[in-house]
């Protein structure tokens, strides 16, 4: 889960809530100038707080701060919730970028 998300190329980002560990998220540097989110996830008790958004927005960040254009990154049809959210603040689906074998959508968004 954690490769390529050590700096420099990479950071890895963990939500706190009331002291718990509530959500994880991280963006690495592609071969080109865009980066790649990896490994979002916001824990059910979590949900509906806007901390994914939050969490997705930081790492955009991250990415725009390191000279990227765009974000991308891959998920499954059946994370609705995650679908819905990545749609919403503008990832659009393109073509299958890293023949991942656990994913079936793959989105993109261009930063700034």
């Known amino acids: ?31 080109e100038p865009a980066a790649e989110i990896k490994a979002m996830y916001v824990a059910p008790q979590a949900r509906g707080r806007g901390i994914g958004r939050r969490m997705l927005a930081r790492l ?31 990832y659009e689906r393109i073509a299958d970028y890293n023949e991942s074998p656990h994913a079936d959508r793959w989105y993109e968004r261009r930063l700034g």
């Open 1 to 31: 889960m954690s490769e390529g998300l050590d700096p420099p190329g990479g950071a890895l980002l963990l939500a706190t809530l009331d002291g718990e560990a509530v959500a994880i998220g991280g963006v690495r540097d592609l071969d």
């Open 60 to 90: 955009e960040e991250i990415a725009a701060a390191r000279g990227c254009v765009a974000t991308r990154l891959d998920t499954l049809a059946a994370l609705r919730a995650a679908v819905s959210l990545y749609e919403s603040v503008g």
